[in-house]
């Protein structure tokens, strides 16, 4: 059809009619993509998508998939008070100061409503500190009340873990928006890096460093971290995380970004072989203990398989390969913990499973000496402990047969734990006297520009960061099947409902013995005052984690 006067016909109207802000005042064509577009994504900015809550409604068939955020109607009714009053749904957690809730769109109160509890569910059931990260979350959200850049790395830290739970891909870009958004706020952080702001800047580095599937990306933000933890020294002290600091505090001449590799020797590897054999042994003396705990026996073979494709493994060369091969176990160092402890709360069968996926950390550092200690390890050594000093102390309150057998099954955790501590005091002390710390004040000049490379580097799709691109595992041997494979770790998935428990604790005597349930569960240390076996997620809202996922 001629257009007005016989000239070329006009082309038809294209303008997005529901674009977000952003783009009409940029005057761009909007894809209209949730939960972010892709403008947006680009430019690194918030897209007001996340704010509406007409976007989290597809419209037709064709709109794109909402993230799986695993909403019940307990959670969405709390969060709609939450929502309503700005009252923190957990008090016990002592956030203060506290962020302006009101301010927040329905989509990222869910996901601090994730974290936050299960934190409280540990802190309620004195089990955060059996944990890596829960005894923590109360001081990121309290920071995050004034750094956003901090909010943005805790809603990411959710959303990845969602995103494993469910394996849902639109939760995934949720985590990987969440993280873009952080890290050029880390990155701006450590341009004006001060005393004022250097617990957000450390909060930040964390949270982001937790949540890489890359090595390169990790290896960033740990050194990121090893540089603001040297600057915080004349203050850390003052710091929420002095005690973080000073259990943490890297050795100063580890380099994780340029690593000094060198071949394995045949004295070594046989000592490596040692140490699975080892790990393998001990998870044979603890399976015939799970005969009435199908999660814990169902997770102990999953460590023991593991075990073994490290073994049929060849020996890692690189540190991508040690960062590759020690990526499951990292992943299941953060979130099988929780897991356990909320589905049996402190059954003492959950204490001497997590002691061996603790020690099996500690032991292995050996095999992977690049990343090994920091990656894992130093991760896992102080929840190890307090899980050992628990068992000593119901030791000390009784002994009999339960006693005997606690005492034979956590052998292996208390040895690695020791032989751990050793071997990182001795190296801490090496490394003192042959380089002893030298820098500038803050040191931050380089890990800024290796950020900011990250930032121009890198775009979404797949990721804003290298630090949050999905990494499965690559290192079976030739020949050896993996089965199915998740997107973001090579888990099998299976129906097993992770919740689904007796109502009584493991006796942990001898395997052979048959002694029948508790009618009524014992007081002691491990009940904190509940009957074994006793979960509050329905009051707490804490979601049910699939033991495969």
């Not at 580890?254 to 046989?270: L, Y």
């Not at 076996?533 to 809202?541: A, I, N, Q």
């Amino acid at each position: 059809m001629a257009g007005p006067g016989g000239g070329p016909s006009r082309r038809s109207h294209t303008k997005s009619r529901k674009g977000c802000k952003t783009c009409k005042k940029r005057h761009i064509r909007c894809d209209e993509t949730f939960p972010q577009c892709r403008n947006c994504t680009k430019h690194q900015v918030r897209c007001d998508y996340m704010d509406s809550p007409t976007a989290l409604v597809p419209e037709s068939p064709k709109s794109p998939q909402q993230p799986n955020l695993l909403w019940t109607p307990e959670i969405d009714a709390t969060i709609e008070v939450w929502r309503q009053t700005g009252e923190f749904p957990f008090p016990e957690m002592r956030v203060y100061p506290q962020p302006q809730w009101r301010l927040y769109p329905k989509t990222d109160l869910r996901l601090i409503h994730h974290l936050a509890s299960i934190s409280n569910e540990m802190f309620r059931n004195r089990t955060s500190k059996l944990t890596i990260w829960t005894d923590l979350m109360p001081k990121f959200l309290s920071i995050a009340a004034s750094y956003p850049f901090v909010m943005h790395s805790i809603l990411a830290f959710s959303a990845s873990h969602l995103a494993w739970i469910s394996q849902s891909s639109e939760t995934r870009s949720l985590a990987f928006h969440h993280a873009g958004v952080a890290l050029k706020g880390l990155h701006e952080g450590i341009a004006n890096f001060t005393k004022a702001n250097s617990d957000a800047v450390l909060a930040s580095s964390l949270l982001l460093a937790w949540q890489a599937t890359d090595w390169r990306g990790w290896a960033s933000l740990v050194t990121g971290t090893k540089t603001v933890i040297n600057a915080m020294q004349s203050w850390r002290h003052e710091s929420l995380f002095a005690e973080y600091i000073a259990e943490h505090s890297p050795m100063p001449n580890r380099n994780f970004m340029n690593p000094v590799g060198s071949p394995i020797s045949h004295e070594a590897r046989r000592e490596h072989l040692n140490i699975i054999t080892d790990i393998h042994a001990s998870l044979q003396r603890l399976q015939p203990y799970l005969s009435r705990h199908d999660q814990e026996s169902k997770w102990v073979e999953q460590l023991r398989g593991y075990i073994e494709r490290i073994r049929a493994s060849s020996p890692p060369q690189t540190v991508e390969e040690q960062f590759s091969q020690l990526y499951a176990l990292r992943k299941w160092l953060f979130w099988v913990p929780i897991s356990l402890l909320a589905a049996k709360r402190g059954d003492v069968t959950v204490l001497v499973v997590l002691g061996h996926f603790y020690a099996t950390a500690l032991a292995l550092e050996p095999m992977f000496p690049d990343i090994g200690s920091v990656f894992c390890a130093n991760l896992a050594l102080q929840p190890l402990e307090e899980i050992v000093k628990v068992v000593q102390g119901y030791r000390d309150q009784r002994y009999d047969q339960r006693t005997q057998a606690i005492s034979y099954l956590i052998q292996f955790p208390c040895d690695m734990a020791s032989s751990y501590k050793s071997r990182r005091d001795w190296a801490r002390q090496q490394a003192s006297e042959a380089s002893p710390v030298q820098q500038s004040p803050y040191g931050l000049e380089t890990l800024n520009l290796d950020i900011g490379n990250q930032l121009a580097q890198y775009n979404y799709p797949p990721s804003l960061s290298p630090a949050f691109a999905p990494s499965p595992l690559h290192f079976l041997p030739t020949g050896l099947a993996s089965g199915q494979t998740s997107p973001y770790l090579e888990v099998p998935r299976t129906t097993v409902d992770a919740y689904v428990t007796s109502s009584y604790a493991s006796p942990l005597v001898s395997p052979a013995a048959v002694l029948p349930p508790y009618s009524v569960p014992e007081e002691h240390v491990f009940n904190f005052g509940m009957p074994t076996g006793y979960h509050s997620s329905g009051l707490s809202g804490f979601v049910a984690t699939p033991i495969w996922t």
